[in-house]
């Protein structure tokens, strides 16, 4: 399943937490400091262009 990678909103604890992607638009709680953090609708899978000019 899909991960959506986001830092916990506690400024003491900013953790790298990886959300299932099931969760998103609903909160998570981090699992280092307790904190309850919004995980985005859908993760940033933009990439960028490699075309040769």
């Known amino acids: 399943m ?3 990678r986001i830092k ?3 400024p ?3 953790t790298l937490l990886s959300i299932s ?3 998103a638009g609903q909160r998570a709680k981090c699992s280092c400091c ?3 953090v ?3 609708d859908r ?3 933009r990439k960028k262009s ?3 000019a």
Do not use: D, E, K
């Open 2 to 4: 899909p991960l959506i």
């Open 8 to 10: 916990c909103t506690n």
């Open 12 to 14: 003491r604890c900013n």
């Open 21 to 23: 992607a099931s969760l």
């Open 34 to 36: 307790g904190q309850m």
């Open 38 to 40: 919004r995980v985005p």
């Open 43 to 45: 993760p940033s899978l």
């Open 50 to 52: 490699t075309r040769a």
